[in-house]
T-cell receptor
Framework: SQTIHQWPATLVQPVGSPLSLECTVEGTSNPNLYWYRQAAGRGLQLLFY??????ISSEVPQNLSASRPQDRQFILSSKKLLLSDSGFYLC???????????FGPGTRLTVT | AQSVTQPDIHITVSEGASLELRCNYSYGATPYLFWYVQSPGQGLQLLLK??????LVQGIKGFEAEFKRSQSSFNLRKPSVHWSDAAEYFC????????????FGTGTQLKVEL
């Protein structure tokens, strides 16, 4: 069966510091991978979407970037964090419609 | 673009009472539909989902949802609520052929009175 991992679970970072969040999926090949963010006042929002290695689509303009260096690895980054980057970051995967809807445990980011 | 509306921001029910959480979507064709639950400080747990076939979908924790095409709705129901059901509930849609990207409603906060 498939398993999705995210780390770290919790992160507190100062404004202006860099960010790297990692998501990995086990038990599947060539999945679609997604980064969502849940932030106060903005609900749950899709940030990035990837259909394969090196293929990233940005859904909303922002201070963040994403990369997919390996088939089952998805990384969310920032060079300089803003206060508005605080939130709960969730990674998700799918192969097709029947495997859509499964999320990792999330990373709670607080920017101070 | 598709959208999801959850008209009730907060709902309070007594333990043992029945529950219905509303979800309406806007999309030109039949989307894929999902319900999630989120407890405080926790991630998203998938309760159930609809792709095709039987419009009454059974999920985990005793929840069910019914897809009504004529009303563009996918309401979540439970016949008898338990205190542990207190949480936030999210409805989501994914468009067919749209890369399985989810659009979420704003959520309904459920409070259960003992």
């Amino acid at each position: 069966s498939q398993t999705i991992h995210q780390w770290p679970a919790t992160l507190v970072q100062p404004v202006g510091s860099p960010l790297s969040l990692e998501c990995t999926v086990e038990g599947t090949s060539n999945p679609n991978l997604y980064w969502y963010r849940q932030a106060a006042g903005r609900g749950l929002q899709l940030l990035f979407y990837s259909v394969g290695i090196g293929q990233i689509s940005s859904e909303v303009p922002q201070n963040l970037s994403a990369s997919r260096p390996q088939d089952r690895q998805f990384i969310l980054s920032s060079k300089k964090l803003l206060l508005s980057d605080s939130g709960f970051y969730l990674c998700a995967w799918s192969e097709d419609e029947r495997t859509t809807g499964y999320f990792g445990p999330g990373t709670r980011l607080t920017v101070t | 673009a598709q959208s999801v509306t959850q008209p009730d921001i907060h709902i309070t029910v007594s333990e043992g009472a029945s529950l219905e959480l509303r979800c309406n979507y806007s999309y030109g064709a039949t989307p894929y539909l999902f319900w999630y639950v989120q407890s405080p400080g926790q991630g998203l747990q998938l309760l159930l989902k609809y792709f095709s076939g039987d419009t009454l979908v059974q999920g985990i924790k005793g929840f069910e949802a019914e897809f009504k095409r004529s009303q563009s709705s996918f309401n979540l129901r439970k016949p008898s609520v338990h205190w542990s059901d207190a949480a936030e509930y999210f409805c989501a849609v994914a468009v067919t052929g749209g890369g399985n990207k989810l659009t979420f409603g704003t959520g309904t906060q459920l409070k259960v009175e003992l």
